[in-house]
């Protein structure tokens, strides 16, 4: 099992004027505290029951980077987390699940949103950090 998330911006996190830019120092405790929550929280289910997996941060384009590691990984299956942003705005800022959905090399799984356990620099930032596990 591979467990991963991935992040990346869109244009109303780092819009011109609002003041809020992210530095590399930014960049880099976001990294790791995704880092220290997959090793940790997010995979204690995994750990708990004796499952073999890795754990991957990966930053870019959330869909692409997760159908590049399905496919560097040769993957049976792909499970993915819904943020749930509804149809009007998955027309104007596209939707990862939705993408998998259509281009992945393997079935895909779609959980729904669970709003009590999104991790807080997801919600701070707004991001497009979205876990997944992509299983062998």
Do not use: N
């Not at 959330?62 to 792909?78: K, Q």
């Not at 800022?93 to 997801?122: E, F, M, N, T, Y």
């Amino acid at each position: 099992v591979v467990v991963a998330s991935v992040f990346g911006f869109y244009p109303s996190m780092v819009m011109p004027g609002s003041g809020y830019y992210m530095t590399e120092e930014m960049l880099e405790s976001w990294r790791q505290d995704l880092q220290r929550d997959l090793d940790g929280e997010w995979t204690k289910a995994l750990r708990d029951a004796g499952v073999k997996f890795t754990t991957k941060v990966k930053e870019g384009h959330p869909a692409e980077e997760l159908l590049r590691l399905a496919r560097e990984t040769d993957v049976d299956l792909i499970v993915v987390g819904s943020r749930g942003h509804g149809a009007v705005a998955e027309m104007f800022l596209g939707s990862v699940s939705h993408d998998l959905i259509l281009r992945a090399p393997c079935p895909v799984v779609v959980l729904p949103r669970s709003h009590d356990k999104q991790h807080h620099v997801v919600k701070a930032a707004d991001s497009a950090s979205t876990p997944v596990s992509v299983g062998k």
